[in-house]
């Protein structure tokens, strides 16, 4: 690429209003930490609207592979255990920035514009979905998250723990200690989640748009 691609993610939180208000609170406040953990200054990730979120990052790579952790965040929350059924819509945007405002709510770029149209274009079936300023690459896109798709939403909480561990780059020595159970367990969880399928899928869309 000759010139530099940002992703830009925005993003909804799922059955946020089926939580009452401090339950409500603690996830927009728990959420924007982890966030702001992952961009590179405070004001490249911000919540509005309370379950409304959007953050930037340089890495493109990475920011794929934060998107299904951030999916696997609201999946393994506590309020799942009630039958809340947390979750989250991710679009991921990826290309230029033509500048960056006081905060990322402010700034604009084709890397905006993708993530918010296609947002706004998800199905009902849609839980992640990625576009570049390439047709051709936005084709191959499509067909391939429409398996991921599939797999994604029909995680449960305890899958997504350990996906979202996986992510982390955790082995599944150290996610048997991280969660308290044993090693294999963690291995029926990855098993159900299609994780090995689904990992695949992202590296190869990685590769796809970094190229």
């Known amino acids: 690429m000759d010139m530099k691609y940002y992703a830009v993610i925005t993003g909804d939180i799922i059955n946020f209003t089926r939580l ?19 961009v590179d200054k405070p004001t490249d990730a911000e919540v509005f609207r ?31 255990n009630n039958k809340i059924n947390l979750s989250s819509r991710v679009s991921v945007g990826i290309g230029g920035i033509a500048y960056k405002g ?6 604009d770029g084709e890397a905006f514009h993708q993530s918010g149209r ?8 849609e839980i992640l979905t990625i576009k570049t300023t390439n047709e051709e690459i936005n084709q191959q896109l499509t067909i391939i998250l429409s398996f991921i798709n599939l797999f994604v939403n029909q995680w449960k909480a305890n899958q997504a723990e350990v996906v979202y561990l996986a992510c982390e780059g955790y082995t599944q020595t150290k996610m048997a200690e991280a969660l308290g ?20 899928g992202i590296n190869y869309i990685s ?3 970094t190229k």
């Open 20 to 38: 009452d208000n401090d339950k409500r609170q603690r996830i927009i406040a728990s959420t924007e930490k982890l966030l702001k953990s992952w």
């Open 207 to 209: 590769k796809l748009v």
């Open 118 to 125: 296609s947002f706004d274009k998800m199905g009902a079936d």
């Open 181 to 200: 159970i044993k090693q294999g367990a963690v291995n029926n969880r990855l098993k159900v989640a299609k994780w090995k399928e689904v990992e695949k």
């Open 50 to 80: 309370g379950d409304s979120y959007q953050f930037i990052m340089d890495d493109v790579e990475d920011a794929i592979k934060k998107s299904i952790q951030l999916i696997c965040w609201f999946k393994k929350q506590p309020e799942n």
């Open 102 to 107: 006081k905060s990322v709510l402010d700034s």
